[in-house]
């Protein structure tokens, strides 16, 4: 058997639109320049939308951050979705820090106790924050593990949507199913159930296969 020996299926939005169209039963001769303004507008719906469904590892990346003595608030790029993990580096060693929410942090006496940071409150605003404490005492070099948004899928169906191979199923029946919505309501029901099947596949692997060890602290026990 011969196979093709490539590895270049990454179909330009153009292609993801189209199939997403004949998957609800339009086909390209029935399409107009209407429809395919709605259709780009509806990949960037399902784009938000799997913002919302936890890690996607494709969209992992390292920020630094830049600490200065006294200042415990620092602005982060408005595509950061989550912070997944911080660390502050010193004299070559890094230091994880570890998450607060609100009220831990509104409970916090001594806001601006100054010191080598221990923690983080991320807050989920328009403009995503990080705030420290303690505050620090010092320049600290910062680095934070983030999930950011996914890019936009672009009108110009020439590129390629921001989605990696092993999603690229999943996503043209996302994209099917909520076209169906507005264009084949009585295929929309089934079409969302293929969609919810194939995301859940995709995303059961969409892991990092590494162990984890948990372990119950019993010192006090035996103190």
């Not at 080598?116 to 328009?126: A, E, I």
């Not at 705030?131 to 680095?143: H, K, M, S």
């Amino acid at each position: 058997m011969t196979t093709s020996g490539t590895y270049a299926f990454n179909p330009v939005n153009a292609d993801l639109v189209l199939e997403a169209f004949e998957r609800i039963g339009k086909r390209s001769n029935q399409l107009d320049s209407n429809m395919m303004r709605s259709a780009a507008r509806t990949a960037g719906f399902v784009c938000s939308g799997w913002s919302n469904l936890g890690i996607n590892l494709w969209e992992v990346s390292t920020v630094p951050v830049s600490l200065l003595a006294s200042t415990a608030t620092y602005a982060l790029n408005q595509n950061v979705v989550q912070v997944l993990m911080l660390t502050i580096a010193e004299s070559g060693i890094d230091t994880v820090l570890y998450p607060i929410g609100r009220d831990d942090y509104a409970a916090i006496p001594d806001k601006a106790s100054l010191a080598k940071p221990t923690s983080y409150w991320f807050q989920r605003t328009t403009t995503p924050a990080l705030t420290f404490w303690q505050v620090p005492d010092q320049a600290y070099t910062a680095t934070a593990y983030v999930m950011t948004r996914q890019q936009d899928f672009g009108a110009a169906m020439a590129e390629t949507a921001d989605v990696p191979y092993r999603f690229l199923d999943a996503f043209a029946a996302d994209m099917a199913a909520n076209l169906a919505v507005k264009f084949a309501p009585d295929r929309a029901e089934l079409l969302f159930q293929l969609a919810e099947k194939k995301l859940r596949d995709a995303r059961a692997e969409d892991r990092e296969l590494a162990p984890i060890t948990i372990q119950p602290d019993l010192s006090r026990y035996y103190a």
